[in-house]
């Protein structure tokens, strides 16, 4: 869901953070409505978002990355700025910025920035990049996936790649040894979802059949989730 720039504006003010960091929020929103209002004269007026993007503070980076990512959908310097924010020295704002990236912006332009962010220095950024190409079905990377996963060596990281490679590739992923009770998640159009399945009474030649059986409810078929 798509939230107006006054519903941030009220939720900083609940925040419990310095007034500067408040004011460098707001200042952000403000950049965001001159530019949507008046068009982008200069790379200058998108600095109030860029410096909210580098920020460590929710009530910043937030709205910095989530603005950008808005302003990328029809403007290239807001697209330019993502790409650098993308591979800024800290792995901190890297994650960020992969992690407000929306199926609004250019599809070629994801695609590339999540590609590089797949061979991260840092294992949260491969994390974040991995979950967005599967989050936005960016199937034109699985097989750059496939490839990290098989020279990957940290357990986390390698669980993450296994079930969103799954998911992109067959839209379902088993683990007999994951949690109680829900051993199958199925991709749809609203997401994931774990049927209250347990492995010890699931007949693994019928996952296929059940797969089909989710898929065909009203919440369909093909995921296409957002942050």
Same mark, same amino acid.
């Given at each position: ?117 797949? &061979?991260?220095?840092?294992? #949260?950024?491969?994390?974040?990049? +991995?979950?967005? %190409?599967?989050?936005?079905? =960016?199937?034109? $990377? /699985?097989?750059?996936? &496939?490839?990290?996963?098989? #020279?990957?060596?940290?357990?986390? +990281?390698?669980? %993450?790649?296994?079930?969103? =490679?799954?998911? $992109? /590739? ?58």
């Amino acid at each position: 869901m798509v939230l107006a720039v006054s519903k941030y504006r009220e939720w900083i003010d609940t925040q419990n953070d310095p007034p500067a960091l408040k004011a460098m929020a707001n200042a952000a929103l403000d950049a965001y409505e001159r530019i949507s209002m008046n068009g982008l004269g200069d790379i200058a007026e998108l600095r109030p978002l860029i410096a909210a993007a580098e920020q460590t503070k929710m009530v910043c980076w937030d709205i910095g990355t989530v603005f950008l990512v808005r302003l990328g959908a029809e403007h290239q310097e807001a697209c330019n700025a993502i790409r650098e924010l993308s591979t800024h020295r800290s792995a901190s704002v890297r994650d960020k910025i992969i992690w407000a990236l929306t199926s609004n912006l250019p599809n070629a332009f994801i695609a590339s920035v999540v590609s590089q962010a797949l &061979a991260d220095r840092s294992k #949260v950024v491969r994390m974040q990049a +991995v979950k967005k %190409a599967d989050s936005l079905y =960016l199937t034109t $990377l /699985t097989e750059q996936i &496939a490839a990290q996963l098989a #020279v990957e060596t940290d357990s986390k +990281v390698v669980t %993450a790649f296994r079930f969103h =490679l799954a998911m $992109l /590739t067959d839209g379902y992923f088993y683990d007999p040894n994951g949690r109680p009770n829900h051993c199958l998640t199925i991709r749809t159009n609203r997401g994931w979802t774990t049927p209250p399945i347990a492995a010890d009474d699931l007949d693994v030649s019928r996952i296929p059949d059940i797969v089909m059986e989710y898929k065909a409810q009203p919440f369909g078929a093909k995921f296409g989730g957002e942050p």
